[in-house]
């Protein structure tokens, strides 16, 4: 069974910078396509950005694209996501989310595998 485990949130100012990581153990890294989401109080959870199963490709949200990259590490099966000039809107739990490579779609679709997520709070 795969799992994930997200780190690296925490609190910031508006204009700051934070990198999230994500630890997969549990399967072969290079079979999934591996993702982030996030979820604010009292809304649904919402696709951020996704990196396919061999890295080739990236895809973001609209709402963060520019200030946020996706990249993943395979010698230490991990995936990150920078963040840069965060805004207060940005605060939300974030999600590692996993998907195996057959599944693809759509970025924001078909994922099995979830961590616990990690906070993240943006302050103005």
């Known amino acids: 069974q795969v799992q994930l485990v997200e780190s690296g949130g925490g609190l910031v100012q508006a204009g700051g910078s934070l990198r999230l990581s994500c630890a997969v153990s549990?399967?072969?890294?290079?079979?999934?396509?591996l993702g982030w989401f996030r979820q604010a109080p009292g809304k649904e959870r919402d696709f951020v950005a996704v990196s396919r199963w061999n890295g080739g490709s990236a895809y973001y949200a609209d709402s963060v694209k520019g200030r946020v990259t996706i990249s993943r590490d395979s010698a230490k099966n991990t995936v990150y996501l920078q963040m840069n000039s965060l805004k207060p809107e940005d605060t939300a739990v974030y999600y590692c989310?996993?998907?195996?490579?057959?599944?693809?779609?759509?970025?924001?679709?078909?994922?099995?595998?979830w961590g616990q997520g990690t906070q993240v709070t943006v302050s103005s």
């Open positions: 989310a996993g998907r195996p490579a057959w599944k693809f779609n759509s970025p924001d679709r078909g994922y099995d595998y």
């Open positions: 549990g399967g072969s890294f290079s079979n999934y396509d």
